[in-house]
């Protein structure tokens, strides 16, 4: 058996799920084939640590050979692992395999938190920023609305607490159709919060009219080029933000870092760190900044020193500014789920593999966190379900905030 075929055994097995049996696999490769006694101590120390969390284990096992810089060893890993994201990877999967790494959604009991966002392609707003990616509409589709009350009674069917993000594409503000859908996920005990998106242009309060502002988690998105009146509408929407700070369970603000956007950082800033609210900052991505550019790479070289000391961390300020990171582990299809408007289920916006239909009885998640097929990842709020960021980290109210493990009961966002 070659290097590769055992390192194949190791991947095959972390795919069932067999965590220790990977594990040994591991320890076979590095003992026939890298002559390195140290290493399978130092798995076992791993192994230790976790307290038999297998999983855990193995993801400090892949740190280990990183870290140990072992060309031979690294290449064998990158090499098994390019192969299993990629369409391979369910070539080197029997049925068996297929099936016993997946989880029933409806019957698997958890407490841990799925998140779950529900694309409803409506693209109505009441603004046009330059950098926006909506091909806008006048008037909302409502029949794109049509499944979703079903979608939300199954939801109430899955026996875990839920993160539940309910937005349009365009603002919810501007779609006031969508408003009573909050009623029926309000109702819903496992459903502990919901996030909503707004560019806050005008208050929530129709919103709360249909769901109770504790269970809501708001993204309160700042685009100072759209304010007609600049002063009156920047106060309004600060206020806005104070008055919603102490009413919601969370509330971040987000920010596009366009060129035209750049300069109001600072005020934004100070202002938010006066009120205790989190900052979080989307570099551009693509050819949306109306200079003819693509971005991130259109950033020049002070741009891109700048928003670096923006970005939460230093992992999310990697993956914003190139354009594409490979080979990233991820646990979209484990810890969230998409579902569009026909109910079916993936991982997340970029993956289409299937993972059932919401509305029939067998949809199913992942068990462990897998490798990404897409080679890069376009969306800033899938950061938090993609290594380190899901192992270093965890997601406070919005999925835009971070805590550092390090810093776990203060308010710090940032290590
Ligand atoms: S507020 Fe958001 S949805 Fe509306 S135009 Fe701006 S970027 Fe697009
Ligand atoms: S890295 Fe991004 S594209 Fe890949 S699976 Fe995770 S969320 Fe989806």
Known sequence: MTPFEEFARVIENLALGEFKAAERELLNV?????????????????RMESDQDWEASL???????MELNSPALTELWETIVSQW????????????????KK??????????????????????????????????????????????????????????????????????????VMWPLFAKLNALPNVK?????????????????FI???????????????FRKFNEDKDKFFRRVEILRDLVQDITVN?????????????????????????????LLGARNGDGKLYPEGYNVTERETIQTWMDNDFVATFMLNARRENVRCSAGKDHIQIDQQGNITRCEFVHERYGNILDDDPYIDTVERFCPTGGCSCKIYTGFIEPCSA????????????????????????
């Open 193 to 209: 919060t919901v996030e909503v998106w707004s560019n806050l242009s005008r208050d929530l309060d129709g919103i709360f009219q």
């Open 212 to 226: 109770n502002p504790t269970k809501v988690a708001i993204v309160a998105t700042y685009h100072p080029t759209e």
């Open 255 to 283: 920010f596009v870092a366009s060129t035209a956007n750049m300069p109001h950082y600072d005020e934004l800033k100070a202002r938010l760190d006066n009120i205790g609210v989190h900052l979080s900052v989307n570099a």
């Open 85 to 100: 994201s990629g369409p391979t990877e369910y070539m080197l999967h029997a049925d068996q395999a297929e099936a016993r």
């Open 103 to 176: 989880l029933p959604l409806f019957r698997h009991t958890s407490d841990k938190m799925l998140y779950v966002t529900i694309i409803i392609p409506i693209k109505v707003c009441n603004y046009r920023c330059s950098y926006c990616f909506l091909e806008h509409e006048k008037k909302p589709e409502v029949s794109q609305l049509e499944l979703v009350p079903l979608m939300i009674e199954r939801l109430g069917q899955i026996p875990r607490p839920l993160f539940v993000e309910m937005s349009p594409l365009g603002d919810i503000i501007a779609i006031p």
């Open 59 to 65: 993801a400090s096992v892949k740190d280990s050979i």
């Open 30 to 46: 590095v003992r026939r084939r890298l002559h390195r006694p140290d290493l399978p101590s130092l798995f076992r120390a791993a």
């Open 392 to 415: 270093e980290y965890a997601r406070v109210g919005t999925k835009n905030h971070y805590l550092c493990h390090s810093r776990f009961g203060t308010s710090d966002q940032r290590s």
